[in-house]
Nanobody
Framework: QVQLVESGGGLVQAGGSLRLSCAGS????????MGWFRQTPGNERDFVAG????????FYSDSVKGRFTISRDNAKNTVALQMNSLKPEETAVYYC???????????????????WGRGTQVTVSS
């Protein structure tokens, strides 16, 4: 199984950018599809972006399409989420998640991911 640790969160003004990173360890990173989710207090954890094992396919929620970019570097066992034009309502804890598999479908549901990091806080001030 893979262990995941997120980093890169912080405080940013509306319209600004942040780059989140997630480091995997404990298993062959390229065996996993990866995703980013976010959660605010009292709400469900929502899908943000996902990427297949080799980076060949990506998928984004409608709310972030065109502003966020997910990428991965299997040689470094990392997946990143570049977030641009951030909005105050995107303040949340951002989680990295992994699902084993090497087909070309990007999982989008919470239940499809077996492994999770502890999250990193992103705060967007208005």
């Amino acid at each position: 199984q893979v262990q995941l640790v997120e980093s890169g969160g912080g405080l940013v003004q509306a319209g600004g950018s942040l780059r989140l990173s997630c480091a995997g360890s404990g298993d062959t990173f390229s065996n996993y599809k990866m995703g980013w989710f976010r959660q605010t207090p009292g709400n469900e954890r929502d899908f943000v972006a996902g990427i297949t094992w080799n980076g060949g396919s990506t998928f984004y929620s409608d709310s972030v399409k065109g502003r966020f970019t997910i990428s991965r570097d299997n040689a470094k066992n990392t997946v990143a989420l570049q977030m641009n034009s951030l909005k105050p309502e995107e303040t949340a804890v951002y989680y990295c998640a992994a699902r084993a598999g090497r087909n070309f479908l990007v999982p989008r549901q919470l239940s499809e991911y077996a492994y999770w990091g502890r999250g990193t806080q992103v705060t967007v001030s208005s």
